[in-house]
Structure formats: C-alpha cells, structure tokens
C-alpha cells in the first residue's frame, strides 16, 4: 500500500477540484453558445418573416384595395343615395388601383372622417387613404403619405350677399366660421393667421354648407376644391355662394398610407406620376372644377418622398 502523504493529499484534491470547476465552466460556456445560437435562429426567422409579411402586405402587391375616402364632399368625396362615392378624389382612388393591377370591382371604399383617417391606416382598416388629405409634419408621424397629387389652397366661401363685406381671411375676425374636427382648416384661420375667428361646429362639410346657406354661419374656410364642390352643390338648390378667391395656404393632398409599406408608397408615386405624364389627372381636374370656375394647376406636384 502506498503512503500518501498529508501535503501531496492536499494539492491532489486541490488539482481535482480545480478541473472539475473548468469542466463546467466549459459546459456553460458550450450551453451559452448553443443558447445564443438558437437566439439569433429565432430572431433571425422572425426578421425573415416579417420582411416577408410587409412585402406579401405592401398595397403594391395587394389584389384588392380598401380604400379610405370622404363621403360628405361635393365634386371630391360624396357618397351618393344608392350608396356609391364620386368625385375628384374617388376617381383618383380608382386610376391609383388600377395602376397597381388591381380591378375597380376589387377596390372597396370605406368612409373616413379628417378625425379619423390616421387612427384607420394605423390599425390597417384602410389599404390608402385618398380623401382631401393635406400632408402635415404632425401627420407625418402617424402616416407615410404618396405623392402630393394636387397641391389646393385655402380660401372662404360666403354667401354671395356677404362678398362686400368679406374679402379676405382677415375679414373673419368676429365672424362665425365652420369647425369640423379634425380638419386643419379652422387652426389655419385662427391660430396660424391670429384670427379671432367664431368657431361653429359640424360633423363634416356637408354641415357646414347647411349651416351657411341657412344663415348660422358667416363662412366656410378649407381648400378650394371643397369650397368649389360646395358652391355648386348650393347651386343646385338655388342658393348662390361665391369663394373670395383670396387663397393664403397651400396644401399638399397626399394618398394616405402605413409608415411601414415603403415599396408601396413609392409604387403610389410611379402611378401618380403616369397619370400627368398621359395628361390622367388634368383631364379628371377639369372634369370636375371647370363647370364651377375654378381655375385648376394642372402640373404635377413635387413629391414628399416615402421615408
């Protein structure tokens, strides 16, 4: 039997101990890597996934469309009695579509209000939104916006009567002036110009318009366009309402669309382009604002760019 000594005892276990510690020191090490390994499979999968789920999403390769639109704007957005929608921005929404591949018995419009277009592109209840939307650095937090394809101006309508008395937005200090939630158009008047302007107000234009020709209102204030489709709407019904033709905004009508679908915001921007090139989108101006007067910029707009 062999001796072993109290000292070389010691450094016996001592040396054990020690490799048994790097032992699983070593094993930790391996089951780290595998555990980093698979992490970085998984993350790597799901990135895959969702560059794929964007692009399967993205409107540019969508067969159908729903498309958020206005319902309450004479000549731009106006739902009909039997439920359909015309106007300038409805036949825009279809040119868009079907130069995406996309067939007008595929394309569903859905009603939008300017309270609550953001909110509707965020939650994908919309594919776009074509709808008088003016593109603004607060909505572009939100939203990605196409295009600009039209670039309208604010201005007021009034009773024809009241022409005299109101020649510009600076005459509506004191004035009652038609609010609808949501809309930039009031703030333009009284917060950006410093007008003490009478806020009244209404679900939408269409009020508005009731509210003008009835005599609660002094004006209505938005962009030309609307103000064009509203006068001849009242015109109809025999009342004569005269824009002052004193415009002091400019706003951008962009195509609404998520922040996400880059690829499909600047497939947006290829169709609305074609339609100035083939002379598209001048043709569908005058189709609708030439009977009213409105004088019309038939160019197309500079971009916003997608990101």
């Known amino acids: 039997m062999v001796e072993v000594r109290p000292r070389a005892l010691r450094t016996m276990v001592a040396f054990r101990a020690v490799t048994a510690l790097r032992t699983v020191a070593a094993l930790r090490t391996v089951t780290a890597f595998r555990a980093v390994a698979v992490l970085l499979a998984v993350v790597a999968a799901g990135t895959a996934c969702g560059v794929a789920d964007a692009r399967e999403t993205s409107v540019a390769r969508k067969d159908t469309l729903v498309i958020g639109v206005n319902a309450d704007q004479p000549g731009v957005g106006e739902r009909t009695g039997d439920g359909s929608y015309e106007g300038f921005d409805i036949d825009i929404a279809y040119e868009i579509a079907k130069r995406l591949g996309v067939a007008a018995a595929d394309v569903t419009f859905k009603k939008v209000t300017s309270a609550t277009r953001e909110k509707m592109i965020e939650d994908g209840d919309v594919d776009l939104v074509v709808a008088s939307y003016s593109v603004t650095p607060e909505r572009k937090v939100r939203v990605a916006f196409a295009g600009p394809y039209y670039v309208a101006h604010q201005d007021v309508l009034v009773r024809e009567p009241d022409l005299s008395k109101i020649r510009n937005v600076h005459d509506l200090a004191g004035r009652k002036l038609c609010k609808v939630p949501g809309s930039v158009s009031f703030p333009r008047v009284h917060d950006e110009q410093g007008i003490a302007a009478l806020?009244?107000?209404?679900?939408?234009?269409?009020?508005?318009?009731?509210?003008?020709?009835?005599?609660?209102?002094?004006?209505?204030?938005?962009?030309?366009?609307?103000l064009a489709g509203l006068a001849a709407k009242a015109s109809l019904q025999k009342h004569r309402l005269r824009i002052v033709n004193a415009p002091f905004t400019d706003e951008p009508y962009g195509v609404g669309i998520s922040k996400a679908d880059v690829e499909g915001c600047e497939a947006v921007n290829k169709t609305i382009t074609e339609m100035f090139q083939d002379r598209t989108a001048p043709h569908l101006l005058d189709k609708w604002f030439a009977p009213v007067g409105l004088k019309v910029t038939p160019t197309v707009p500079q971009f916003e760019g997608c990101v």
């Open 199 to 226: 806020p009244v107000q209404a679900d939408g234009y269409t009020d508005c318009l009731t509210a003008l020709t009835a005599g609660t209102l002094d004006a209505v204030s938005t962009d030309d366009l609307i």
